[in-house]
């Protein structure tokens, strides 16, 4: 299934003694190239959080990516499902600015809760907690900043799979699993937008 979000992101406040701003030490192991003056340090760097909204659609049905390991055939159900979730996440970045040219970026770490609607399926809500990793590819003095994220959890849906309904949700405790990639715009170091796609999977994993 993809998911076209659209995310805005704001970096919580700090303490009012402030905290030392990356933009003014390179990290270990930095050329020489690498330590000269680059704004994406004071939007990038380790141990700042971010708060972050997310919300998308969800109409495209498929099989599960990774039918292939688990020996189940690559297909779809008979019952199809439309979502759509509303994320909320606290984002926690583990390191500044690093790495070779082309994946050149940081990591960050992610808790999430969210509220899944259901307009199409016989379920009509999910709430989950999911968290994951991100990692961010940003070029030099650049506002855009590509990222590919995976992220998992477990949540509570209504299922109706018990309750005689074919091809629905098997139980009410149901996980998560997320891949998404897109395109981070910096507005300033506090503001963020993105847009992106993302493959949700949801099941009972065989419980």
Do not use: C
């Not at 990692?135 to 506002?143: A, T």
């Not at 098997?170 to 891949?179: E, I, P, S, V």
């Amino acid at each position: 299934t993809e998911i076209y979000t659209l995310s805005l992101h704001d970096a919580l406040p700090i303490s009012s003694a402030g905290a030392p701003s990356y933009s003014k030490r390179a990290p270990s192991g930095a050329s020489s190239r690498d330590s000269k003056p680059d704004f994406n340090r004071d939007i990038y760097y380790r141990n700042k959080l971010e708060l972050s909204f997310e919300s998308g659609w969800l109409p495209v049905n498929i099989p599960l990516v990774f039918d292939f390991l688990v020996g189940s055939p690559y297909t779809t159900w008979p019952l199809h499902y439309t979502m759509q979730p509303n994320i909320l996440s606290l984002r926690w970045q583990l390191d500044g600015i690093g790495g070779p040219v082309i994946l050149r970026g940081n990591w960050d770490f992610t808790f999430s809760g969210s509220l899944t609607l259901i307009p199409r399926g016989h379920e009509t809500r999910y709430i989950a907690f999911d968290y994951g990793v991100r990692r961010n590819f940003i070029p030099r003095n650049s506002r855009i900043a590509p990222y590919y994220e995976m992220r998992g959890g477990a949540g509570n849906i209504n299922a109706k799979g018990p309750h005689g309904v074919f091809y629905a949700q098997g139980q009410d405790l149901t996980f998560t699993l997320m891949m998404g990639s897109g395109a981070r715009y910096n507005l300033n170091p506090r503001t963020s937008i993105e847009v992106g796609a993302t493959y949700m999977h949801v099941s009972n994993a065989y419980l």
